[in-house]
C-alpha cells in the first residue's frame, strides 16, 4: 500500500524520558534539552520546506507542546488525533524501566524491545499497527506528524512495509524528524 509523503517527528526530552520512566498514557513536562530538540526540529522543517503541508499531532501533553514549538512561523493549524498517542502500558505506566526489569528480568535478557507486547493490562504492538495504519490510510496529502518513540517507529515499519515487529530495528531518539517518501525512510538532520 502506498502513502503520501510525510515527515514524522517524536517528541522532545521529558522530565520522565530523562528519569527512564515509562509514560505511556500519563505525561511529563518537556525539559529545556526537550525544548531545544523541539527549536532544531522546527530549524529542520523550515529548511525543508512544508507551505502547504497538513500538521497532526498525538493529543498527549509532550507531543502537542513538541508540535506546537515545531509549527512556529509554519503553521497554526495542528489537528490532534487519539491515534497518534502513544502505546499503552498497562500496569508498567509510571514505572522506571529498571523497576520492570526486577519484576520480568527474562524480558530484558534479548536486548530487543518486544517487551512492550508483554505489559501487563497493555495495548500490544499489533493493536499500535492497526491504528498506525488506519491512520497512514486516512492521510490525503503531505502531512507532518508528531507523536511519540514507538508510535513513530510503527508507523514507520507500517509505510515501509515492514511488520510492527520490526520496530526496533529502526532508528529513533528524542527529537529526531524522518522523512518518508514511496516506501523510504531518512533521518533529516
Same mark, same amino acid.
Given at each position: ?5 510525510? %515527515? ?17 498514557? %500519563? ?16 530549524? *529542520?522543517? &523550515?529548511?525543508? #520546506? ?8 498525538? !493529543? ?19 489537528? !490532534? ?5 502513544? *502505546? ?5 505506566? #509510571? ?22 507486547? @508483554?505489559? !501487563? ?23 507532518? *506528524?508528531?507523536? @511519540? ?11 515501509? #512495509?515492514? !511488520? ?5 530495528? %529502526?532508528?529513533? #531518539? &528524542?527529537?529526531?524528524?524522518? @522523512? ?10
Amino acid at each position: 500500500m502506498s502513502f503520501p509523503e510525510f %515527515l514524522i517527528l517524536r517528541h522532545g526530552e521529558t522530565e520522565w524520558n530523562r528519569e527512564g520512566r515509562m509514560q505511556g498514557g %500519563l505525561d511529563s513536562a518537556l525539559t529545556e534539552v526537550g525544548r531545544d530538540q523541539a527549536r532544531r526540529q522546527n530549524e *529542520i522543517l &523550515q529548511a525543508f #520546506g512544508v507551505s502547504g503541508w497538513s500538521w497532526f499531532a498525538s !493529543p498527549q501533553g509532550r507531543a502537542m507542546s513538541t508540535a506546537r514549538i515545531a509549527a512556529e512561523g509554519l503553521s497554526s493549524d495542528i489537528v !490532534p488525533d487519539t491515534r497518534l498517542r502513544e *502505546i499503552g502500558v498497562g500496569e508498567w505506566t #509510571g514505572l522506571l524501566r529498571s523497576e520492570i526489569a526486577q519484576r520480568a528480568p527474562y524480558l530484558f535478557e534479548t536486548g530487543d524491545l518486544d517487551w512492550y507486547d @508483554h505489559a !501487563p493490562g497493555g495495548e500490544g504492538l499489533i493493536a499500535l499497527e492497526r491504528r498506525a495504519r488506519a491512520f497512514l490510510r486516512d492521510l490525503d496529502g503531505p502531512a507532518v *506528524i508528531v507523536t @511519540h518513540g514507538i508510535t513513530s517507529r510503527v508507523i514507520r515499519c507500517v509505510a515501509q #512495509g515492514l !511488520p510492527a515487529e520490526a520496530f526496533d530495528t %529502526l532508528g529513533g #531518539g &528524542q527529537g529526531v524528524v524522518y @522523512h518518508i517518501r514511496d516506501g523510504e525512510s531518512r533521518l533529516l538532520s
